[in-house]
Every structure is written in structure tokens, then in C-alpha cells.
């Protein structure tokens, strides 16, 4: 299955807890932090949630 590389770009300074708890749960804490997730369903919908703040490429 295609993985996605998931980097956050801005801040969530001001934003809404439920875009927090969305970038822990991918597993980003600070602008520059990288996490690689498998491409489900799940996965798309969270970083729909903050797709103002991270920023998304395919890996194979």
C-alpha cells in the first residue's frame, strides 16, 4: 500500500483544538516535523482536517 509523508508547515498557534489533537494523532508536534503514514481513508480525512497546515507527498 502507498504511503504519504506528511510535513507540518504552519503553526496551530490560534487555531482549534480539534485541528491539535489532529496533528498529534498524526504525530506532528512543531513546524519542520515529518511523519510517514499508510494511505487509508482515516488517514486522508485528518490531514483534510489541517490541510492548511501540512503540507503532503506520495511515498512508494
Known amino acids: 500500500m502507498a504511503q504519504l ?5 504552519k503553526s496551530v498557534i ?4 480539534n485541528q ?3 496533528l498529534r494523532t498524526l504525530g506532528l508536534k512543531r ?5 510517514v503514514r ?5 488517514v486522508r ?3 483534510t482536517t489541517v490541510a492548511h497546515l501540512v503540507t503532503v507527498e506520495e511515498v512508494d
Open 45 to 47: 480525512g485528518m490531514i
Open 14 to 17: 490560534g487555531g482549534k483544538q
Open 38 to 42: 499508510e494511505d487509508r481513508p482515516e
Open 20 to 22: 491539535r489533537d489532529t
Open 31 to 35: 513546524i519542520g516535523d515529518t511523519a
Open 5 to 9: 509523508k506528511v510535513t507540518q508547515t
